[in-house]
């Protein structure tokens, strides 16, 4: 005796099975024997479910010939896996790990990556504070509710890191604009600069502060430096795990400054849900005070013949900001429409302009019918550092309302 037979995840179908037949034998019926049970098959094809993922199993054909069952010889079939991959975008100190499988007909119950014997539950991390030139080795992790297991290990090196002191900029007294070249993310926030004076011992410690990364330039603003004195400055990154990358040592004259106009950038991540989005933007101060920062949005293409860059269009909408690196949340925003943005900021003579930065809504219709709450929401995609702590969120920010993750639209109550 003989079967032809196929297999999915949890399924095998049997499509025929073939029995050894002479004039004095003929069978009255057939079917096959599998973990222990018989099953008689009367038509074609036949399936039998709930088998696990990946598992071996042996077929025992059998015939009733005079009311007594033969069985044939055994053959063994294997069952599909879901077959688990992994996908890692690595930078100098971040890394995006993304686990995808073929789930067929099975029904997940987890997926989780561990690095550094830290587990995540889920199947997308985005990782910041690593450390550059290192070798890291993620997991990623599938289990079924029919009972299977599956891994699949992937090493990683992340990049070299690049830090250049650019000459700082003295923008009025005592306070100094300071840069440097880097090959670091903008999204990294263990940066900064130190700071000595030039003939401090070194016994006493430098000064540090934060600064901010924009399209490979690292930017912070220094204060109350004495005229009188000469300062070394260089900048700096600080994993996650405490390691510290130093770029060289550059001087600066406190008392020697000139006029510098604030610098102001768009960022062009946009963080887009149905009827509403979040903006990134940064302004580095000038010379002048600034007395408003914020964002400027409007729907592309109105009056864009009629203005130059400087000038906004007649619908054109504001929302203000605050800090260094500033975000803003736009409500109300039309579905299915493509909006202009920039971020200004306001001196007492003039306003700058960052970057112009399109994005388009969603559309809202064919929604799931899916209620989560905020907290649910957030959890889809988290960032963390190597040490397991969540240092945001890729939608942090954005109100109640309808939101598209991994291809799927969420109501959010």
């Known amino acids: 005796m003989s079967i032809n037979a196929h297999t999915t995840q949890t399924t095998i179908t049997i499509n025929k099975i073939v029995v050894n037949e002479d004039e004095s034998s003929t069978a009255v019926s057939s079917g096959i024997r599998i973990n222990g049970n018989d099953y008689e098959i009367s038509s074609f094809p036949y399936s039998i479910e709930g088998l696990i993922p990946c598992s071996k199993y042996y077929i025992y054909p059998y015939a009733v010939y005079f009311g007594e069952k033969v069985y044939g010889s055994s053959y063994q079939v294997t069952m599909k896996g879901v077959n688990p991959t992994l996908s890692i975008t690595k930078g ?6 993304l686990g995808s499988y073929t789930e067929g ?3 997940m119950s987890s997926q989780t990556i561990t690095i550094k014997n830290v587990t995540y539950s889920a199947d997308r991390v985005v990782l910041y504070g690593l450390d550059p030139n ?9 289990e079924t509710k029919e009972g299977s297991k599956e891994t699949i290990t992937s090493t990683f090196t ?4 690049m830090l250049k002191s650019l000459t700082p900029k003295n923008v009025r007294v005592g306070e100094a604009v300071v840069c440097a070249e880097t090959n670091i993310s903008d999204e990294e926030t263990n940066v900064g600069f130190e700071w000595r004076k030039v003939d401090a011992p070194e016994t006493v410690p430098s000064k540090q502060g934060t600064a901010i990364i924009y399209d490979g330039v690292m930017e912070g603003l220094i204060k109350n430096l004495q005229t009188t004195s000469y300062y070394n400055i260089r900048p700096y990154y600080q994993s996650a795990a405490g390691n510290m990358y130093y770029g060289e040592w550059i001087g600066i004259d406190p008392s020697d400054y ?3 106009e604030p610098t102001v950038h768009t ?3 946009v963080a887009v849900a149905d009827g509403a989005a979040v903006l990134t933007g940064y302004v580095m101060d000038g010379s002048d005070d600034i007395i408003e920062r914020g964002f400027e949005y409007w729907v592309s293409g109105s009056d864009a013949k009629s203005r130059v860059k400087a000038e906004a269009p007649s619908d054109v909408q504001t929302v203000v900001a605050s800090g260094q690196k500033m975000t803003a949340t736009l409500n109300g925003l039309q579905s299915e429409t493509t909006y202009t943005c920039r971020a200004y900021a306001k001196t007492s003579t003039e306003t700058f302009y960052g970057e112009e930065v399109s994005f388009t809504t969603p559309v809202a219709t064919g929604i799931e019918d899916m209620p989560i709450n905020n907290e649910q929401l957030l959890s889809i995609h988290k960032v963390y550092d190597l040490q397991g702590r ?3 969120t890729l939608l942090e920010g954005l109100p109640r309302g309808i939101y598209i993750q991994n291809g799927r639209k969420f109501w959010v109550k």
């Open 92 to 97: 100098v100190t971040d890394a995006i790990v």
């Open 105 to 107: 007909d099975a029904t």
């Open 134 to 142: 290192t070798s890291y080795t993620a997991t990623f992790t599938v």
């Open 158 to 161: 992340t990049a070299n890191l």
């Open 258 to 260: 000139s006029y510098f």
């Open 267 to 269: 960022y062009a991540s």
């Open 390 to 392: 969540c240092v945001g």
